[in-house]
């Protein structure tokens, strides 16, 4: 499994409805179900040590980006893909 893979963990996968799930080396990139925003996410870990985000649209042939943020901590990422996607990666 992937560092990113790891920080996300498989139950928050889970929970998004992930699937199609691509192992780009230095990152990860996958589809989502759920989400009236975004469909498709991906995380790239970047030479700080930090990972970037992209989130986007995938309709057909045609792919929109919605959100993209760069150098964001690990313990970030649920928190950033829970705002922009609507849906819960934990529970409390």
Same mark, same amino acid.
């Given at each position: 499994? @992937?560092?990113?893979?790891? +920080?996300?963990? +498989? ?12 192992? %780009? ?38 792919? @929109? ?12 990422? %649920? ?5 922009? @996607?609507?849906?819960? @990666?934990?529970?409390?």
């Amino acid at each position: 499994m @992937t560092p990113i893979r790891n +920080h996300i963990g +498989h139950k928050a996968l889970y929970m998004l409805g992930a699937k199609n799930l691509v192992d %780009h080396g230095n990152g990860l990139s996958f589809r989502i179900r759920g989400s009236k925003r975004v469909n498709y996410i991906k995380i790239t870990l970047n030479g700080m040590d930090l990972y970037n985000i992209e989130m986007g649209k995938i309709w057909g042939a045609k792919y @929109t980006v919605i959100y993209e943020i760069e150098d964001v901590y690990n313990d970030m990422l %649920h928190d950033i893909i829970e705002r922009e @996607t609507g849906l819960v @990666t934990r529970l409390f």
